[in-house]
């Protein structure tokens, strides 16, 4: 397991934008970096994911306002979230994989008010 350092959650009005990041403290390749969601009493769920070759995966909830990204040289992902709705709220977990381990984050808090 390696340490994964998130940012950037917080309080936002509907419409607003947030950016989350996330650093992976590991001196192994990360083949995929994602960031996922778990609102109150529901399942967590993906929200993007973007493979070490840039592949993208999002959500179809987020598709066109969500846009995750990459820095491999400082194994750091970002998610940049424009026009958030109150239904985006939840605890947004960072997910890193490599070829030795599975990690998660400790979670960032987003709340989008009405």
């Known amino acids: 397991q390696v340490q994964l350092v998130e940012s950037g959650g917080g309080l936002v009005q509907a419409g607003g934008s947030l950016r989350l990041s996330c650093t992976a403290q590991?001196?192994?390749?990360?083949?995929?970096m994602g960031w996922y969601r778990q609102a109150p009493g529901k399942q967590r769920e993906l929200v993007a994911g973007i493979t070490s070759g840039g592949g993208r995966d999002y959500a179809d909830s987020t598709k066109g306002r969500f846009t995750i990204s990459r820095d491999n040289a400082q194994n750091t992902v970002y998610l940049q979230m424009n026009s958030l709705k109150p239904e985006d709220t939840g605890v947004y977990y960072c997910n890193a994989v490599s070829n030795y381990f599975n990690s998660w984050g400790q979670g960032t808090q987003v709340t989008v008010s009405s």
């Open positions: 590991s001196i192994f390749r990360i083949n995929y």
